[in-house]
């Protein structure tokens, strides 16, 4: 077990916690954020993607001792009441229809915008391959990116 | 109007106490209700609820919740459900709430199927009595009305939760009316609205999760959270056909930090009679327990365990009150040798499900015999949130929550196994991370409620994605053989269908072109396993679609005939001089989504780097047809547009609709191009998605045209239709790409293709 301060959604937490922890788990299960999600464990559906400053990264894989002292955002502190636009652009277009794999979408899809402003198609291809949606939202997903590219204009 | 009898009894349409007190959702409100999102005003809660039903409740303020009877995975019933019901009770939609209700046969009837998600049948269920619970409402609101009034019921009109007297001028809210309404008889009968009156059905509302789903609120089975709870994994044998003998290193597992038990659990009783969903590989498998999620896994990883092959077995199986046989057989199975059985069973005579005319003489004096072969794979679900369950069981009561499709088929093993009367368990539906049919196989909440029985503490048991890849209820593998005699003018004489899997026959014998030929020959086989099989979104279509769709393109090209004037002959044939009487398809609906179809693609339109795939089927009640255009690029075939036509008679909520057609495309597509599960000695060869290739954003569709055919029909299925035909549109396109045909999913096998 080993000390941890982490930074998360702008506030600051105290773990006592396996170094090699991985940071999604102490999300879910230390700091009971959950919407953050486990897909697959291994880096290969991106449904547990958040920030750490600012660059999506696969929580899945990342062990808490990697962190240090990085910023870290989810999904819960993208905004407070979903007026990201990104999030707002998944409502607008009615993105999700189970709705798991979302988060992590919505997070790389930040990411993307906020390095990106006004990605191609093929920019949005890029950065949203690594994520899987299983019911196929893929289509509503790039309207929405497109969207939130012209919310942020 | 339509005057329906309510069809009600006490029973069913209980005023419940337990809902009115509260004590009932109590348990349930860590699950908030959701607010519409499309309305951003802040709604103000109403001082009192009042039950009319056990679908609605409406507060003194004229708020209005309705319980969305059937677990959710994304098909947006928690929408679309009380949409229907909203039409008839004649709210204004920003004022309705939605809450997941729990599993409850009692005030939800019809048992094992009276909340269950899968088959599409979910709105074609509960279509009516949605309706009819919406309109007894009213009824009994105009009856308060009327009664405070002293005036005439049927002077009473309705406008979006107001009620009208027009004679008097007199207005009141139904806020104001439902502490009075709640106590008045509930209607023998009721009048339900005609098409043309709606304003909410078929109109486009938002999913009523989209904002707790965009903000990451906790809504899944994996997300349920209780305090004392303690988590859970399970040790699977590594291979279907084996069972666990004995644990190695229990101390030494127990040991390890953060880790309370680990245990040997039996799946199920001795001499338990399984019913027709108790799915499960398994006899014996090994529970992890401990504190957290990171220790169980690495509890889990370190348990060393000695493993059996199970012996063969005959078991009688209670499918909905007529017992089967099923034979499970010994032995580790492989994929090669389940492709040579099926091979070697196709040489042999088989069981003919269905003969028209004289297949034999037709194919005897055929000038031209087209014979083809179709295969397809094992599939895995791969919904995105594992299986998992909270389970806190008690002496003698239990509470479990958690994803699953049809809590009616798996409450009566989960009480036996416990010993506790199914009234005595609690039982709540979390939306589900993605279902495709997998969900419909819950053993794994009997596992956590045996788990929780054991350690004594409420637990929260999950699949690793490994274990959900590896301990699948998969699609089973199916082979089937094709053949067309044709005489010298080309005209069809014949048609034989020959098909198998394993476990189960793919056939559907009576579906068109079953119908339109004079001779006709359908025959089948099946071959037993070890390996657990059940439903894939759209079971045995999601293969016989894409074999039949293919083999009438290539016969259309045979005939030189444009594919879709061909099916449409024969869809004329079928309807105006049927051969057989046993067609279960309306020839007339399925030519309508191919003139759809037809119409909206601009087919006929030529672009020589445009290859187009057309493909239609039945199935689920439902009919779907779609043109999907495929280029070329560097060498990879690239999806451009599907242009899909649905005949699912009236939709409720067309843009969730379009969505759900849409995910059947994409999954469709996926799943034609890629997905593959095979078997070696028992052993899944795939166990995560670095092996099991899912379609991701640059493989689907750039865009997709979803169409619907207007008419007044009594809604069908969607979830389903429109994924089988997918296949055959993809194969036919692949072929006008390439010149070659595909005959064995999945379709892109060539390393650098694949990238």
């Known amino acids: 077990m080993a000390k941890f301060n982490l930074n998360v959604n702008g ?9 090699q922890t991985p940071l999604l788990w102490v999300l879910r299960d230390h700091l009971k954020l959950v919407g953050t999600k486990y897909g697959c464990g291994i880096a290969q559906c991106g449904a547990c993607t958040i920030h750490l400053d600012g660059v999506a990264m696969r929580s899945c894989s990342l062990p808490v001792e990697a962190v240090g002292d990085k910023a870290i955002t989810t999904i819960e502190g993208l905004s407070e009441k979903g007026e990201h636009s990104i999030q707002r652009a998944w409502l607008e277009h009615d993105v999700p229809q189970c709705g798991y794999c979302q988060a992590g979408q919505i997070m790389t899809a930040a990411a993307l915008l906020k390095d990106n402003p006004n990605p191609s198609d093929s920019d949005i291809d890029q950065a949203m391959n690594g994520n899987i949606c299983r019911c196929g939202t893929y289509t509503r997903i790039k309207a929405a990116i497109k969207s939130a590219a012209k919310m942020e204009k | 109007m339509a005057l329906i009898k309510t069809t009600y009894n006490r029973r069913s349409f209980l005023k419940s106490s337990a809902i009115a007190g509260g004590g009932m959702m109590l348990g349930f409100s860590w699950f908030a209700s959701c607010k519409p999102i499309d309305d951003n005003t802040e709604l103000l809660m109403p001082d009192e609820w009042f039950d009319f039903n056990s679908y609605l409740k409406i507060g003194d303020n004229g708020l209005i919740t309705i319980f969305s009877p059937n677990p959710e995975f994304g098909q947006n019933v928690k929408t679309s459900m009380p949409m229907i019901l909203a039409e008839e009770l004649d709210v204004d939609w920003k004022n309705v709430l939605v809450e997941q209700a729990p599993y409850s046969p009692e005030q939800f009837p019809g048992a094992p199927f009276g909340q269950f998600t899968g088959g599409s049948r979910g709105i074609m269920m509960k279509w009516k009595p949605l309706r009819i619970a919406g309109a007894s409402a009213k009824q009994m609101l105009k009856a308060a ?4 009034w002293q005036v005439a019921v049927d002077e009473i009109t309705t406008e979006s939760g107001v009620l009208h007297h027009e004679a008097s001028k007199k207005s009141i809210g139904y806020g104001e009316m439902a502490s009075l309404a709640a106590q008045m008889a509930i209607p023998e009968e009721v009048k339900l609205k005609e098409p043309k009156d709606y304003k909410i059905i078929g109109h486009s509302k938002k999913n009523v999760d989209g904002l707790a789903i965009v903000t990451g609120k906790p809504l899944f089975g994996l997300d349920y959270q209780k305090e004392g709870m303690l988590i859970a994994m399970a040790v699977h044998p590594p291979a279907f056909g084996m069972t666990l003998e004995a644990i190695n290193n229990t101390e030494e597992i127990k040991a390890m930090p953060g880790i309370k038990d680990v245990f040997p659990i039996k799946t199920y009783k001795d001499a338990y009679k399984k019913g027709y969903f108790d799915t499960n590989a398994f006899p014996e498998i090994i529970a992890v327990v401990g504190n957290s999620t990171w220790e169980v896994l690495k509890a889990k990883k370190a348990v060393k365990a000695k493993w059996k092959s199970i012996e063969g077995s005959t078991n009688t199986i209670d499918r909905f009150g007529r017992d089967i046989s099923v034979h499970t057989p010994a032995g580790l199975e492989n994929t090669t040798d389940h492709n040579t059985q099926m091979e070697t069973l196709m040489a042999k005579p088989m069981k ?16 031209k015999i087209i014979e083809r072969t179709y295969s397809a794979p094992y599939l895995a679900h791969n919904c995105m949130e594992p299986m998992n369950f909270f389970a806190d069981v008690k002496k003698d009561k239990a509470h479990v929550a ?34 495709f049919g997998r969900r419909a196989y819950s053993h794994y909440m009997v596992e956590a409620a045996l788990i929780s029985q054991k350690v004594n503490a409420p637990i929260k048991l999950m699949y690793t994605r490994e274990d959900d890849m590896t301990n699948g209820i998969y699609r089973p593998t199916y082979r089937a053989i094709y053949r067309a005699a044709l005489d010298e003018s080309n005209n069809l004489l014949a048609l034989h269908v020959k098909a198998g899997g394993v476990p189960e026959s793919p056939l559907f014998a009576n579906r068109f072109p079953a119908g339109s030929v004079d001779n006709y020959l359908a025959e089948e086989f099946a071959i037993d396993s070890n390996i657990t099989t059940g439903a894939f979104r759209a079971p045995r279509s999601n293969f016989m679609a894409g074999a039949e769709q293919s083999f009438l393109d290539e016969i259309a090209e045979e005939t030189g005939k444009d594919p879709i004037e061909f099916r449409l002959e024969l869809l004329k044939r079928a309807k105006e001089n049927p051969v057989g009487k046993e067609n279960d398809y309306d020839p007339e609906r399925y030519a309508g989504v191919l003139e759809l179809v037809r119409e909206k ?3 006929g339109q030529n ?3 445009l290859h187009r795939g057309v493909s239609a089927y039945f199935c689920h009640n439902s009919y779907a047809a779609h043109v999907l255009d495929l280029t070329i690029e560097k060498g990879k075939p690239v999806v451009q547009k599907v242009t899909c036509a649905i005949d699912c008679g009236i939709v409720i909520n067309p843009d969730a609709a379009a969505n759900m057609a849409e995910g059947g495309i994409v999954d469709g597509i ?23 290739r899912m379609i991701r954003m640059s493989e689907a569709p750039k865009k997709i045209d979803v169409h619907f055919v207007q008419n007044e029909i009594d809604p069908t299925g969607l979830g389903e239709p429109p994924f089988p035909p997918i296949f055959a549109a993809v194969a036919n396109a692949m072929y006008k790409a390439s ?12 390393e650098k293709i694949l990238g």
């Not at chain 2, 009305?145 to 405070?148: L, R």
């Open chain 2, 601 to 603: 693609s601009n087919w």
């Open chain 1, 11 to 19: 506030k600051n937490f105290q773990l006592d916690i396996a170094a």
């Open chain 2, 145 to 148: 009305a009327a009664q405070t």
């Open chain 2, 402 to 435: 958690g994803p699953l499709q049809g809590p009616g088929l798996i409450e009566p093993t989960l009480a036996a196994s416990l010993d506790i009367p199914e009234e005595n368990i609690e039982t709540e539906m979390t939306r589900m991370g993605g279902g």
């Open chain 2, 352 to 367: 003919v499900v269905r003969r028209d005319g004289d297949p034999e003489g037709a194919f005897k004096k055929a000038a």
């Open chain 2, 670 to 692: 996926g799943n034609a191009f890629y997905g593959e599960m095979t078997f070696k000695d028992g052993v899944p060869q795939k166990n995560n998605f670095h092996q099991y």
């Open chain 2, 607 to 609: 672009d020589a780097n």
């Open chain 2, 739 to 750: 010149g070659k045909r595909q005959y064995h999913q999945p379709f892109i096998r060539e």
